[in-house]
T-cell receptor, first 114, second 111 residues
Framework: NAGVTQTPKFRILKIGQSMTLQCTQDMNHNYMYWYRQDPGMGLKLIYYSVGAGITDKGEVPNGYNVSRSTTEDFPLRLELAAPSQTSVYFC?????????????FGDGTRLSIL | KQEVTQIPAALSVPEGENLVLNCSFTDSAIYNLQWFRQDPGKGLTSLLLIQSSQREQTSGRLNASLDKSSGRSTLYIAASQPGDSATYLCAVNSGYSTLTFGKGTMLLVSP
């Protein structure tokens, strides 16, 4: 039962570098999400997708980009890394837009920008 | 804008105690509410999901209630165990299946 898989688990970047956080799910879920979690704070939604080819901004999208070319994959791109993007990033998925479907989370990517 | 508050921020109890975690939200127009557990350095595990039409959900020693009109939910943990030590997060779904999270309650259960 793989569920939601995120890679890498840890990464250190220099200011101005770029990288892609990978997320894949094997549950055939339509909906996928990216959140960030800062110390002592709740999770905040960055971007979400309701299906392949469709993405939309969440609460904190600035500095990030996403794409959804397949049902399984939802990568998050940081183009010009900034110290404010140091955080733990979580990817999640859910079956569809029904009231009774929980979100399933990956184990997170811990990212430091120095 | 939906805001979610969790009280207390931290809680320490001896093993065997029953305890209640509180969650409040500002906009009662929600689709559902979820309680999650997060262990240090790990992702979130869904514990219970309560639909807006429901009053409570139970799973083992856990019971979650929802009073949508007053914007409140509680998570009741019976006969707490050291293995229950974790951070508990409350999140509300106000549309498009996107969740608004509280900051969590950090629970420590001592043997």
């Amino acid at each position: 039962n793989a569920g939601v898989t995120q890679t890498p688990k840890f990464r250190i970047l220099k200011i101005g570098q770029s990288m892609t956080l990978q997320c894949t799910q094997d549950m055939n879920h339509n909906y996928m999400y990216w959140y960030r979690q800062d110390p002592g704070m709740g999770l905040k939604l960055i971007y979400y997708s309701v299906g392949a080819g469709i993405t939309d901004k969440g609460e904190v999208p600035n500095g990030y980009n996403v794409s959804r070319s397949t049902t399984e994959d939802f990568p998050l791109r940081l183009e010009l890394a900034a110290p404010s993007q140091t955080s733990v990033y979580f990817c999640a998925s859910s079956l569809n837009r029904q009231n009774n479907q929980p979100q399933h989370f990956g184990d997170g990517t811990r990212l430091s920008i120095l | 804008k939906q805001e979610v508050t969790q009280i207390p921020a931290a809680l320490s109890v001896p093993e065997g105690e029953n305890l209640v975690l509180n969650c409040s939200f500002t906009d009662s127009a929600i689709y559902n509410l979820q309680w999650f557990r997060q262990d240090p350095g790990k992702g979130l595990t869904s514990l219970l999901l309560i639909q807006s039409s429901q009053r409570e959900q139970t799973s083992g020693r856990l019971n979650a209630s929802l009073d949508k009109s007053s914007g409140r939910s509680t998570l009741y943990i019976a006969a707490s165990q050291p293995g229950d030590s974790a951070t508990y997060l409350c999140a509300v779904n106000s549309g498009y299946s996107t969740l608004t999270f509280g900051k969590g309650t950090m629970l420590l259960v001592s043997p």
